[in-house]
């Protein structure tokens, strides 16, 4: 059966500052999906999570990607959201709606969006990622780690479904006339594929493709508010569908990496650098405004029908990872502002830099040669 998985997504408002939705608008956004799109058959099923402040709406559908019902039906959801969001005094409310109304698709509007049609396989189980305080980007590294590198997927080796290796669909985010995109393979084009994914604030993994198969893998949200508002009005906090096992790599392969906690863009004020910490899901924001929060939650799917979510970071050994995590983000807090610890101009989310430059700039001279001190002979 071909069915479309879909995940739309989008900050509101929130409760304290950056923190989480509140009960009554997920409730909302819960009934209205419910109401009008479950049981007018629009949907198959839907599960609607939080992830720090950001709502998302995992839907199933046989209606394709991009289609105009199931994106307006997300964006009223968040329309209604953004109205209680307000009567309740949350902070930023409706901050992502971008545009007054809807147009054909959430893409350009504000929400991130993440979809792909698929084949259903008899057994399907999919991983679906949420990250807060961060940038699309932020899922380039896990991305190569688990389906170019036999160190965090053996599977690459021992499994004849995935010796072929994958497809990469790249996108340069800064491009803003329409979609840029390469195709690189792994393993030949694997220096390649890490030499754009090194710069997660240009260049980020929109798709993943099996070379055995021709099956789609992952599909990653790749929108970039400031690139629709024309200034930046908050971070882009992707989201991201993995299907796993047989031709793609096992849940654990993909997984894997998370265990590193590497430095990605985001946290307090959008504008620093801090570790990617894996979370039980709907985990809240606290330290710094972060850190990089993500989360997983895994199902399997049968005829449009979702299981219940499996917790995939819920378990010991990421406690364990989640200390670690704490102490790196510690430790590049202990630097403040200073180099790697706080992003370059065109990420920073606030201006104040940049007005402090043109101030500054004015005062800088270039010191004459005659008037420097003019040294005697020894
Ligand atoms: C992402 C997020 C941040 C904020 C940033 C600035 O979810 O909330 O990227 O946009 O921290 O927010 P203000 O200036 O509203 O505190
Ligand atoms: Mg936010
Ligand atoms: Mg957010």
Known sequence: ???????????VGSIGGHIKPSAQLMKTV?????????????LIDSYISSTGDDIAILMTHTRGRLNEDIHRLAWNAFVAG???AKEQGLYGAGQDLLKDAFSGNVKGLGPSVAEMEIEERPNEPFLFFAADKTEPGAYNLPLFLGFADIMHCPGLMLSPSMAKGFRFVIMDVNYT??????????????????????????????SIWSRSTGDQAVVASTQRLHNI???????????MLVRVQAQFPATGEVLSPYSIGHYAAGTMRGSHV??????????????????VVVTCAAFCVRNGKLTEPADAFDHPYWDWVR???????????????????????????????VEKMKKLEKRFVVREAAKEPVEVGN
């Open 274 to 291: 801090g570790p990617m910490m894996p979370c039980k899901l709907n985990t809240t924001i606290s330290y710094f405004d972060g850190p």
């Open 177 to 206: 006339e329409g979609d840029r995109i390469i195709e690189l393979c792994s393993p030949e084009d694997t220096y390649d594929i890490a030499a754009l994914l090194r710069d997660n604030s240009r260049f980020v993994v929109e």
């Open 30 to 42: 819960r009934d209205h999906i419910e109401a009008n799109g479950t049981r007018k058959g629009l």
């Open 82 to 84: 953004t109205k209680v």
């Open 229 to 239: 508002a024309g200034k930046y009005t908050g971070k882009d906090d992707p989201v």
């Open 323 to 353: 200390q670690n995590v704490s102490l790196k983000a510690t430790e590049i807090r202990r630097q403040g502002f200073s180099g790697p610890a706080m992003l370059h101009y065109e990420e920073l989310e606030y201006g104040g830099i």
């Open 1 to 11: 059966m071909k069915m479309t998985l879909s995940v739309i997504k989008a900050d």
